[in-house]
Antibody
């Protein structure tokens, strides 16, 4: 079964960019849709940001992040990345990568990374 | 955007009691509804997919029902480890999550 390990916590200044990685282990990396979901501090609500396909590199972003988020993958090391630019304090959150299980479970998100805390502060 | 409204925001119950959580969608989503459990400091865990199918390893006390716009997650008899946050999610082209229901110990 697949297991995702994310990169460590980040502290960034307003206006900067952050790049979070998510490495898959324990299963083949082929043809996943890997999504990014974030959660505001104190167990705020969950917000979907978009997905990247591990095979093709194709992407689909939530409208509110269009132009500010870039999701990529490096299949050679079974890793996907999420880069968010022009950071503000509103981007302070825990960022999760998660796998879309496709037809196996009606496109729900079955495996999750441990989360990466991004803090934006001057 | 499809909005999911969860109720109640907080449910105060005792171990052994039955918990009934509601999720209402702003438009029909067929059965593309999932439920997740989240505990402090942990990632969400998939409980139910396709509105009523239990994910691998999920105990039988968890059940889901509904279709269209109205969905329910039922925990038949609360165990101590079930006190947590619960989110519903619709899995259309643009996924969204409900605001969550906190199940707390009374």
């Amino acid at each position: 079964q697949v297991h995702f390990v994310q990169s460590g916590a980040e502290v960034k200044k307003p206006g900067a960019s952050v790049k979070v990685s998510c490495k898959a282990a324990g299963d083949t990396f082929t043809n996943y849709f890997l999504h990014w979901v974030r959660q505001a501090p104190g167990q705020g609500g969950l917000e979907w940001m978009g997905w990247v396909n591990s095979n093709t590199g194709s992407t689909n972003y939530a409208q509110r992040f269009q132009g500010r988020v870039t999701m990529t993958r490096d299949s050679s090391i079974s890793t996907v990345y999420m880069e968010l630019s022009s950071l503000t304090s509103d981007d302070t959150a825990v960022y999760y990568c998660t796998r879309d299980c496709g037809g196996d479970c009606s496109d729900a998100f079955d495996f999750w990374g441990q989360g990466t805390t991004v803090t934006v502060s001057s | 955007e499809i909005v999911l409204t969860q109720s109640p925001a907080t449910l105060s119950l005792s171990p052994g009691e039955r918990a009934t959580l509601s999720c209402r969608a702003s438009q029909s989503i067929s059965s593309y509804l999932a439920w997740y459990q989240q505990k402090p400091g942990q990632a969400p865990r998939l409980l139910i997919y396709g509105a009523s199918s239990r994910a691998t390893g999920i105990p039988a006390r968890f059940s889901g029902s509904g279709s269209g716009t109205d969905f329910t997650l039922t925990i038949s008899s609360l165990e101590p480890e079930d006190f947590a946050l619960y989110y519903c999610q619709q899995r259309g082209t643009w996924p969204t999550f409900g605001g969550g229901t906190k199940v707390e110990i009374k």
